[in-house]
Structure formats: structure tokens, C-alpha cells
């Protein structure tokens, strides 16, 4: 009877341990009002438009450069720039036309800058998605991974309605399963 406890306990233990891990995993990006926050890496956060509290969580967090992907007419609502210039941080724009810029040399630009960089990063754009598509484009172009490692790249990095486009520019349809 005495096994049948220990195991017990030690699979309620190990679940416990899974639990958390998975929700502390959570917890780093769940915090953000902005859409769609990933981690593909530990020195790399990218997602959605951030709000002026997002911009200082992530200062509070460490990072030091924010790379905006957005173009100059997508945002007006606060001062973006200006806003990480206080905090201390980076401000590069690189403003990504979701048909035509989205390219292996936009690709090649955005290692570049990922790492020249003072690190960590936080790249986004409106929603995420063409910040996942460059990091799939960066992926294959640059890291020469297949296009399917790199559709699954550019999805940690937020990768969504643009995959078929990316697809497309890779050279393979359909969806990976």
C-alpha cells in the first residue's frame, strides 16, 4: 500500500510542477494588453500594437529596444517614440507594408537589426501577425530552415492570417497539419 501512496503523491507532485510551470509560462505575456504576445526566444518578445503601460512593463522587464513594424499612418494615438525615449529605451522603426515589403530582404534587415541590437527586443506591429511573418521570412532567407520549420518559426513569433501569404512566398500551399 505504501508504493501505491508514494506513486500517488508523486504523480499528484509532478502535476502540481506541470501546473505551474504552465501557467508561470503564461503569466509572462498575459500580463500585456496588447494582442497576440509571444516569446519565440528569451531575448525576443513580439505581438500586437503595445499600450503605454505595455511599453513599461516591458522596460521593467528588461528589454531595451522596441522595433516597430507598423507603418507611419497606422498609429496616432499617443507619441510611440517619444513614449520609449522616456522609458530609457530604443526606438527603431521599420515599417512593414503587409504585400510589399514583406520580402527576404526585409527579411535580412530584420536580423539585422535582431542582432545588432541592444537586446531584448520587443518587435511588433498591429496585430502580431506580419512580425511573425518577417520571423518566418528571417527564418528560411536567413537561417536557411525548410518552409515548414520556418511557418513553424513564424508562428512563435505570432504567425496567423498571413501564413498563407507566407506560404505562398516560400513555395508550399496548404496548411501544416
Same mark, same amino acid.
Request: hydrophobic fraction near 50%; charge should be negative.
Given at each position: 500500500m505504501s508504493k501505491i501512496?508514494? @506513486?500517488?503523491?508523486? @504523480?499528484i507532485a509532478?502535476? $502540481?510542477?506541470?501546473? =505551474?510551470l504552465l501557467l508561470m509560462g503564461q503569466s509572462s505575456t498575459a500580463a500585456y494588453d496588447m494582442k497576440n504576445p509571444q516569446t519565440p526566444t528569451d531575448s525576443l518578445l513580439t505581438g500586437g500594437q503595445p499600450s503605454k503601460g505595455?511599453?513599461?512593463?516591458?522596460?521593467?522587464?528588461? =528589454?531595451?529596444?522596441?522595433?516597430?513594424?507598423?507603418?507611419?499612418?497606422?498609429?496616432?494615438?499617443?507619441?510611440?517614440?517619444?513614449?520609449?525615449? $522616456?522609458?530609457? %529605451?530604443? =526606438?527603431?522603426?521599420m515599417p512593414i507594408n503587409m504585400r510589399g515589403d514583406l520580402n527576404a530582404q526585409s527579411?535580412?534587415?530584420?536580423?539585422?537589426? @535582431?542582432?545588432?541590437l541592444r537586446g531584448p527586443i520587443y518587435a511588433h506591429c498591429g496585430t502580431g501577425d506580419r512580425?511573425?511573418?518577417?520571423?518566418?521570412?528571417r527564418a528560411h532567407h536567413v537561417q536557411g530552415k525548410s518552409a515548414e520549420e520556418a511557418i513553424a518559426i513564424g508562428k512563435t513569433a505570432g504567425?496567423?492570417?498571413?501564413?498563407? %501569404?507566407?506560404?505562398? %512566398? @516560400?513555395?508550399?500551399?496548404?496548411?501544416?497539419h
Open positions: 501512496l508514494t @506513486l500517488l503523491f508523486t @504523480l509532478s502535476a $502540481a510542477v506541470i501546473w =505551474y505595455d511599453l513599461a512593463k516591458v522596460q521593467s522587464k528588461g =528589454y531595451r529596444t522596441v522595433i516597430n513594424l507598423r507603418l507611419p499612418n497606422e498609429f496616432d494615438d499617443f507619441d510611440e517614440a517619444a513614449e520609449v525615449d $522616456a522609458l530609457g %529605451m530604443t =526606438y527603431i522603426e527579411a535580412i534587415q530584420f536580423d539585422k537589426l @535582431l542582432t545588432e512580425v511573425g511573418a518577417l520571423y518566418a521570412l504567425l496567423n492570417r498571413l501564413e498563407g %501569404m507566407v506560404r505562398g %512566398m @516560400l513555395g508550399v500551399s496548404g496548411s501544416a
